[in-house]
């Protein structure tokens, strides 16, 4: 048995209002789609593009080649530079955390009025109001073999002589970062925390556990977005910069993005472009295990 027309139409209405707002949804997404797709995805795949490219001493030339890949991945400096990054990522993301979280916590919990929070938090942000570099830089006639701490150091007879690793080293050069970089691990953690409700921690409090119980059952794990969200920030931003180990460092110690820096100095885009593309892999791939423990999208 057919069913009448009136029936056809208003049967199908419902689906041409859902083809129409699918219709506005994509032409409204479109334009924030056509800037990504240039200023992001198109520059990451010339990127690749150009990893298979050949150098010679006084130019590049397009081709399908492996031999950047196969120079990368055959060298022993290539294996002992992505360590030396991994090592800068995890001590700083280590302190970072540990500074971060107690910040946070203190902002959250131990200030009660929101005037003083929004104080408080407005200060940490004082650092940001110049370029990393001069904050960077900052620290060398601090740290230096005639600086402030030495100097003070010798004058307390604490030390006999001044000490030369503080500056030009790996304590350097992880300081400058844990300065330039908590920043990133407190204000995600802070924003967790502002939205973990109080009742819990009262009920923990009224069930006998202790300060350090609540922090560890309660409060940690509530705050493991924040600090997912904050450790992919850290981490990410440590192995892709360059300039922070350059000086800190005084040119003694190299990571990835040094790497990177000394090919393009050289000419050697294609060089540049497959470790590039070898970072941005190793990257993506941390950023997936991190994913794997808490769903952060929830806080995004």
């Not at 100097?151 to 007879?157: A, E, K, P, V, Y």
């Not at 939205?195 to 009262?202: A, F, G, N, P, V």
């Amino acid at each position: 048995m057919t069913a009448p027309p009136e029936t056809k139409a208003a049967s199908a209405a419902p689906s041409r209002i859902v083809l129409t707002r699918h219709a506005v949804g994509w032409l409204l997404a479109s334009p924030l789609a056509l800037v990504l797709a240039i200023f992001l995805v198109l520059p990451i795949v010339m990127i690749v593009v150009v990893s298979f490219w050949g150098a010679t001493e006084f130019s590049i030339y397009p081709a399908f080649l492996f031999d950047n890949y196969e120079f990368l991945f055959g060298s022993e400096v290539t294996y002992r530079v992505f360590l030396n990054t991994f090592k800068y990522a995890a001590i700083t993301w280590f302190f970072t955390l540990l500074i971060g979280f107690t910040v946070a916590y203190f902002l959250a919990f131990h200030v009660r009025t929101l005037n003083w929070q929004i104080a408080l938090f407005l200060l940490c942000t004082i650092p940001f109001w110049t370029s990393n570099i001069i904050r960077m830089i900052s620290w060398i006639p601090f740290l230096g073999r005639n600086g402030l701490a030495n100097s003070t150091l010798l004058s307390w007879g604490v030390i006999d002589e001044p000490l030369e690793w503080l500056l030009f080293s790996d304590f350097s050069v992880i300081l400058a970062f844990v300065h330039l970089y908590t920043l990133f691990m407190v204000v995600p953690i802070f924003n967790t925390m502002m939205r973990i409700d109080k009742s819990l921690i009262e009920a923990a409090v009224d069930a006998g556990a202790s300060g350090w119980q609540t922090l560890w059952h309660v409060i940690i794990p509530l705050t493991k977005p924040g600090i997912m969200i904050g450790t992919i920030f850290v981490v990410t931003l440590v192995m892709g910069d360059f300039i922070t180990v350059r000086f800190m460092s005084g040119s003694q110690s190299a990571n990835v993005g040094r790497l990177i820096s000394n090919d393009i100095g050289l000419l050697q885009y294609p060089s540049a472009s497959a470790t590039a593309v070898v970072l941005l892999a190793t990257v993506l791939i941390v950023i997936a295990i991190l994913l794997r423990f808490v769903d952060i999208r929830k806080e995004l």
